[in-house]
């Protein structure tokens, strides 16, 4: 199979099929130069499923619309944008660049797509890693009383990892990071500055508390991405909406801002992170980084959830400049993390959970690296024996 490039493809077997690992097993996938080698060949796989996808972008290529658009060839789906609610008299557009990614779609996928990997009977070669240094080889078929015993050493295993978690966690306050229940993700690019209010309606009406954002203003002299919010002890008026800005927390990689937004009406606290060393087209240098910023994303997230006003949902809005590389990255992490939190035995399936955001915004996780960050950070989170998750200090913190 040839694409476009002239790559050549050569899919000795179906690829969905080689995907899905355990926790305990991203380590070596990740560290196997042979396995490096196939993860390219996953992500160039996308290539072939996204060639079959048949969803329409009509909204984003209508006239009034494509001023909207930061590049014309990245426009959102149209079965699953976000659409703005316009008062009737309003001859505005209900368009903006930003689609609603669900994870649920993975669970209903799941649930009928059972990878080959799953028979312990047929299992050639497998890794026990109960204690640090002792590795066991299985070189046969696995008997029944084989099997058995395999389960509850894994079982051990992953319950030791388990309660490891769980001690570091306490220990830093970030024991909520496995309970914001059906969370949805809006998926957006970065702002114009003709969009910068429809952004802020999109925030306002689906009470979206938490802004993701993984861009700088400027990279390399570019513009990624207007300035949507006031300085410290500011406020700006976007359309009907009122934002102050409240206070700036700084820490290692990132910073946090503390928003009032308000109509004649109502008033909400809106949080939004920035994660300031992600380079376009590439990954962060420290996955420790970005795993803290997940981490105290959803911390904030789970503290929302349980305030009198709460919203009825947990939206996470997420962006970049594009609103598909750096987020769909994001995206796909936090969806897995959260997986790996949610049993013990869960399965962890990069290749399918890219499949489920591209089905829902073109595009997401735009190249190979990004693609190996994914499993490099992942392997990162799962190994906090020897790799504690790095809690970054807060460097200061400005208030209006």
Known sequence: MIENSGDVLRLLQPVPGRTCLRPHDIEQNVQNPESICGIDKEFLSLKIVDDTHDYSTLEGMKTENVKKNRYRNILPYDHTRVILRRRKESNESDYINANYIRPSKLIDSNDSDKSSNESLSSVNSLVLRDEPQKIILVTKPLTADDAMSQLRQENKFLVKKVRMRIELNEKNGLLSRNVVKDKIYIATQGCLSNTVNDFWQMIWQEDVRVISMVTNEVEKGKKKCERYWPEPGHEERYDELTVKSVAETFYEDYLMRELDVSNKTHRRRVYQYQFLSWPDQCSPPDPDGVLAFIEDI???????????????????????????????????????????????????????????????????????????????????????????????????????
Not at 325 to 344: A, E
Not at 364 to 383: E, G, P, T, W
């Open 298 to 400: 959803n911390r904030r997230m789970y503290n929302v959830s349980q305030e009198k006003n709460a919203p009825e949902q947990n939206i996470l809005c997420v962006h970049c400049s594009a609103g598909v590389g750096r987020t769909g990255t994001f995206i796909v992490l936090d969806i897995l993390i959260d997986k790996m939190m949610s049993g013990l035995n869960c399965e962890i399936d990069v290749h399918k959970t890219v499949k489920l955001v591209r089905a829902q915004r073109p595009g997401m996780v735009q190249n190979k690296i990004q693609y190996r960050f994914i499993y490099l950070a992942l392997q990162h989170y799962s190994d906090i024996d020897t790799n504690k998750l790095k809690i970054r200090k807060k460097v200061y913190t400005s208030e209006a």
